[in-house]
């Protein structure tokens, strides 16, 4: 009767064995269909996660040293120039001096000038016009001042003699910065 019952727990402990095998197996297939099904979500989700969170554009997009917003890249010049020379440099990078578009990017630029700088809008007679030739939209923002050429200061815009030196800011849309 021993052999009997050393067959029996023999048999006991090979299924013991089978069962502790197959849970591990089972978890494993677990696991894996979990992955399974979190990388299709991620695919699927993915497209409209871009809508809500946009990608940031590559770095490339902008020339190095120059800041990139709302599909403009901004260079902040360290030196000073009179606004003609200003405008020339600027010309040198393919760009021009800041062309402000929308209350966003004024908001924007007035947060991370320092010192005035000069920017692309000059008096003609009267009326002040953008270095790309369209007029100033008063509802955009008031220009202060006498003079021909404006600068951004801290409290919006103003105008001065275009003789004075100043630092600028040049703007280059991204289309054309590539």
């Not at 554009?57 to 190095?64: F, G, I, W």
């Not at 008063?138 to 275009?162: D, H, I, M, Q, T």
């Amino acid at each position: 009767m021993g052999s009997g019952a050393e067959r029996g727990g023999s048999a006991g402990r090979g299924t013991k064995g089978l069962f502790s095998k197959l849970w591990l197996w089972r978890a494993v297939a677990g696991v894996l269909i979990a992955a399974v099904i979190l990388i299709s979500c991620i695919q699927f989700v993915k497209p409209s996660l871009a809508k809500v969170f946009p990608v940031c554009p590559p770095l490339e997009l902008c020339p190095s040293g120059w800041l990139y917003f709302q599909r403009k890249c901004y260079f902040l010049s360290e030196s000073e120039a009179a606004w003609n020379s200003s405008q020339s440099q600027c010309s040198s990078y393919n760009a021009s001096l800041l062309v402000i578009e929308n209350h966003q990017e004024l908001r924007f630029m007035m947060k991370i000038t320092k010192q005035d700088p000069w920017i692309g809008l000059y008096k003609i007679n009267e009326d002040f016009f953008w270095v790309n030739g369209k007029a100033l939209d008063n509802e955009l923002f008031e220009v202060k001042g006498s003079g021909s050429c404006a600068y951004l200061e801290s409290r919006g815009v103003s105008a001065s003699g275009c003789y004075l030196t100043r630092k600028w800011v040049c703007s280059l849309n991204i289309n054309s910065a590539r």
